[in-house]
Every structure is written in structure tokens, then in C-alpha cells.
């Protein structure tokens, strides 16, 4: 069945333990990475302890939510036929501000796909999918 | 620590391949048990004497039960891979190795059924209503397919480097030209032009369609057993003289999902510390190896995984391709010579293991002349990455 809905199209996240804090950020429409509660360092995906010091202890960190694109890809294709009449379509990754090097996955909207570059500045863009998800797109800023 | 084993491949199995949706008349579990077969007819071991089941990610064939389909009359070993997609192929052989030489077992195969018409094509979402975990930073923003996810990294690599899509281009032709020495090759008889690649329909930039590998149907089997059992075995036997598997810092999942590999690792295939450890081992070094197997999942990943191993300056991968440079027996290093995951068939790439050592047999479509080291790459950009050395014993 054709989609037209973000519902209808991509997957919804499912808030498991260790990521339910960033999901529940987002219907807040504030963007945040996991952060160190005793070293500092941000990281993400989220996961249950620290790389670099190994603690178990958790804080969430607001960002900005400006950055650039670090690199996109645009999609052409149907990879299914929910999809149909959603291409073509941006899917980027977006180097945050606020951080050293994290990026996030997301697409790029409001802009023609094609007009999407390296470099790009972009600003977070809520899209409210249904009651219980949103999630953080971005647009040109 | 060298690889200090020197257990061989005796045995190589395979069935016919054909396009995903073209196996009807048997499951891809009857598809793992004739490999399987084969790979031991072709090595003279009787079936029932094979002990050990070596597998990597995503293999739905468990060993446990192959082994009851075969008539197995005792597992002594059962093992599969972690990791994304093809990128453990080699890393299973290497298991294969280890069980031998540790004495746990002592005819192993390490094998790969796929039939994507039975079970989904690669290439498409399977309607799931969420993501979960860490897979939901990527399926839930967009990123669902292994072509968009690896399109990623080589859109980063063409901007870093300056590459021309030609470079990518240059790797479809040479997959396509070994194809059509390779009659077992789903795309025999399908000649490639560089106009052919470039007016290919844009599948999810920077790849169009003859970027991506095939979606395919079929299976095949490598038996390892130890030196002493090869020598008294009717095929010449093929030496397992390196292996190694791994990956670096925030390499998990990779490409497959988390995409915070270090920014200086981005553009690249995750295969640089295997392939280190992989000459290291032997004592050989990129200019030693006669021919290559590089996976082939998406053309972008093979040039940066000749990167990885040495077999070209950071961006510089599109010249061992271009101009034919990479095509037929006498080409300084001849590569995915039997067509591949682009051309030949997509297995998870484990086609490209048994390649890698018919080249060392002598047996290839495209065979090299006195070829005494044969390195394969399996699958790019996760970990564990895993790659081989195999060489006459």
C-alpha cells in the first residue's frame, strides 16, 4: 500500500530502556545526546555505558540543534511500495553543533534533494508523526 | 601473534545461481545441504565424516540443523560468525581453521545459502511498524536499505577525494567483464559499456544500478580440514596462510546503522587493521598478492577497501580499475575475477571465498597464471570485516 503519512512510510521507533530518554526529548522538541554523567563525554547512539571511562551513570545533554551535513545520499528508488510516491527523498547524516564529531541520521526537508550538500547548514525541524513520536529532521538554515 | 595454523580448503561446493525469485522447485535450506554435499563429494570425504558447521550474520541454514537434514552421526562443532551481512564470510573459514587446528573438530565447512526471492529481497524494506534500539536512530529517520547506508560513506569519499563516478563505473565494468568469461555467472552474455553504467537508473546517490550487487539465489561451501588429512586428498590443497577478522572503535554496526565511526575512519571500509594483521601474520605484503577477491556489495566500498589493503593511495583506488586495469588473467592485479557480488552472484560474497580459491587451484574462469598468494575481502564497513590469504600447500 502506497504511503503518505511519515507513519505510513518509515518505521516508528520502538523506546527501549536505553533510548527512551532521546525519543521523549523529541516530543519536547528538544534535541539531546547521551552524556557522561562522571567524564562529560557526549556519544551517540545512545548505549548503556561510557567508552571512554566506563561508567554506567547517564545524563542527557541538550544541543543546539544546528549543524552541516556530513554527507547525504539521495534515494530514488521505491524500497517498497509505501515509499512510491515519497521518492525522490534526503537522507543525510548531520554533524551537531554543540558536539566534537557526533552525527546523527536524519533527512533533509523543505529543499529539493538535489540542492542537498556537504557542508550545508541545517537547523532541527520537528515532525510530530502521531501522539506518542516525533522525530528530529532537519532544513536548510 | 602470527596465524599459526595451517589448515587447508579441500573441499569447494557449490549450486547453480540464479536472479532472486528463480529457485522454485527448492528452499534455500535444500540449496546450504547440496552446497554442503558438494563441497564434501569434491574434496572424496565422506559426508558423514564432516564433524564441525562454520557459518557467519544472517544465515537462517542453523548448522544444528543441517547437520540432521546430512545425517550427521556427531557436531562436534557449531559456529556462527556475529556481524552484519557478508563481512563475516572469510572470518568463518578462519573459525573453520581455528576448530581444526585446535583439534575440536576435524572436517569443518563453513557455507552460505541465500535465496532472497523465498525471503525478502535485500534491496527492499520488509514493513516493519518499528525500529528497535539502535536501529532506530537509523530506519526511523530514513536510512532503511543497505544501498542508502552504504551510499553514506562513498558520497564522503568522492567528496573528500575529488573521485569521478567514473571510478565506480570502472569497478560494475570490471566485475561484468570477468561475468562474461564465467559461465556459471548470472550475468554472463550481458556486456557492460561505461555508457551502459553511466545511463543505469539512480537507485540512492551516488549509486545507480549497476552500483549495486545482485539479489540472488544459490549456495556454496568450502570443507577445511588440517594439512596432514589434505595431503592424502585427491584435490591440490589450498592453504589457509592468513586470516583475520575485527574492526576498529565505533565500527559495531557500523555503516549498518550507528554511522559514528571516527570522522578520520569515516570514508573508509573498516578493513585497514584486518588487512595490517593479515600481511603481518604472513609476512607478505600488498605487492605479494597475485589476485583479489574485494567485496562487492556497492562499487564505492571496493575502492575503499583496495585503500584499506594497501593496494592504492587514499582515493586513488579508481586507477587499479580504470582502463581494464583490473581485467583478465595477465592484468597487474586481476580482481573479482569471477564476476562477484556485482556479476556473478550475490551470496553474501561467500562465491568470493570459493573464487579466491579456485584461483589457487587453478580452476578459475579468469585463472591467473602461478598464482601464489590469493587474498579475498569479505563484506565491508561493519565489524567484524574479515579477509584471507590462501596459497598452494
Known amino acids: ?46 548505549t548503556p555505558v561510557c567508552p571512554d571511562c566506563r561508567s554506567f551513570d547517564v545524563d542527557w545533554a541538550e544541543v543546539p540543534g544546528t549543524g552541516e551535513v556530513y554527507t547525504y545520499t539521495t534515494t530514488h528508488y521505491a524500497a517498497s511500495p509505501a515509499h512510491e510516491d ?19 541520521i536524519t533527512q533533509v526537508v523543505d529543499v529539493d534533494p538535489e540542492a542537498v550538500e556537504i557542508g550545508m547548514p541545517v537547523e532541527v525541524v520537528w515532525e510530530d508523526v502521531n501522539e506518542e513520536t516525533t522525530v528530529p529532521l532537519f532544513r536548510p538554515s | 601473534m602470527p596465524w599459526n595454523s595451517d589448515a587447508c580448503i579441500v573441499g569447494l561446493g557449490e549450486t547453480e545461481y540464479v536472479k532472486q525469485g528463480e529457485m522454485t522447485d527448492r528452499s534455500e535450506f535444500e540449496l546450504a545441504c547440496e552446497a554442503i554435499e558438494n563441497a564434501a563429494g569434491d574434496a572424496g570425504v565422506d559426508i558423514e565424516d564432516v564433524d564441525g558447521f562454520s557459518s557467519y550474520a544472517n544465515d537462517r541454514n542453523k548448522g544444528s540443523l543441517v547437520a540432521d537434514a546430512l545425517g550427521i552421526p556427531e557436531v562436534k562443532f557449531s559456529n ?89 563505473g570502472h569497478v560494475a565494468l570490471t566485475s561484468r567483464a570477468h561475468a562474461n568469461r564465467n559461465p556459471r555467472a548470472v550475468m554472463h552474455d550481458r556486456e557492460m559499456t561505461m555508457d551502459d553504467y553511466m545511463d543505469s537508473p539512480p537507485i540512492t546517490d551516488p549509486y545507480k544500478l549497476y552500483d549495486c550487487c545482485l539479489e540472488s539465489d ?31 572503535p565505533g565500527w559495531g554496526s557500523g555503516v549498518l546503522s ?15 587493521r584486518v588487512a595490517d594483521r593479515l600481511f603481518e601474520s604472513a609476512g607478505l605484503t600488498p605487492d605479494d598478492i597475485d589476485v583479489a577477491q574485494l567485496y562487492e556489495n556497492f562499487t564505492g566500498m571496493v575502492l575503499m577497501t583496495a585503500e584499506d589493503y594497501g593496494f592504492a ?19 597487474d592485479l586481476p580482481i573479482n575475477t569471477s564476476g562477484g557480488n556485482l556479476s556473478e552472484a550475490y551470496i553474501h560474497g561467500f562465491n568470493l571465498v570459493v573464487e579466491a580459491a579456485r584461483q589457487v587451484r587453478g580452476t578459475s574462469p579468469t585463472q591467473v597464471d602461478d598464482v601464489e598468494y590469493s587474498l579475498v575481502a569479505s563484506g565491508p564497513g561493519v565489524t567484524p570485516h574479515s579477509g584471507l590469504i590462501l596459497s598452494p600447500a
Open chain 2, 258 to 272: 550507528s554511522h559514528n565511526m571516527p570522522l578520520e575512519d569515516y570514508p573508509t571500509s573498516n578493513a585497514a
Open chain 2, 80 to 168: 556462527k560468525v556475529w556481524g552484519g551481512g557478508g563481512c563475516g564470510g572469510s572470518a568463518a573459514v578462519m573459525n573453520a581453521a581455528m576448530a581444526v587446528e585446535s583439534g575440536a573438530a576435524e572436517y569443518v565447512v563453513a557455507y552460505r545459502a541465500l535465496c532472497q526471492g523465498q525471503f525478502g529481497r535485500r534491496g527492499q524494506t520488509q514493513g516493519i511498524d518499528y525500529a528497535e534500539g539502535t536501529d532506530a536512530f537509523a530506519h526511523s529517520l530514513g536510512l532503511e536499505t543497505p544501498p542508502q547506508m552504504y551510499a553514506l560513506p562513498a558520497q564522503r569519499y568522492m567528496h573528500e577525494y575529488d573521485v569521478p563516478q567514473e571510478h565506480l
Open chain 2, 218 to 248: 544459490g549456495a556454496c561451501a568450502v570443507l577445511v580440514t588440517s594439512a596432514e588429512n589434505a595431503a592424502d586428498l585427491p584435490q591440490p590443497a589450498v592453504e589457509i596462510t592468513s586470516a583475520a577478522q575485527g574492526g576498529g
Open chain 2, 313 to 331: 593511495p587514499r582515493g586513488e583506488a579508481g586507477k587499479l580499475f580504470e582502463d581494464g586495469n583490473a581485467i583478465g588473467p595477465d592484468a
Open chain 1, 86 to 104: 515519497h521518492t525522490p527523498y534526503n537522507v543525510s547524516t548531520v554533524l551537531l553543533d554543540g558536539t566534537e564529531d557526533i552525527r546523527l
Open chain 1, 1 to 46: 500500500m502506497r504511503g503518505t503519512t511519515r507513519e505510513e512510510i518509515f518505521p516508528l521507533p520502538e523506546k527501549g530502556i536505553d533510548t527512551a530518554p532521546f525519543w521523549e526529548a523529541c516530543n519536547r522538541h528538544e534535541l539531546v545526546v547521551q552524556q557522561c554523567a562522571d567524564c562529560g563525554a557526549l556519544r551517540h547512539p545512545p
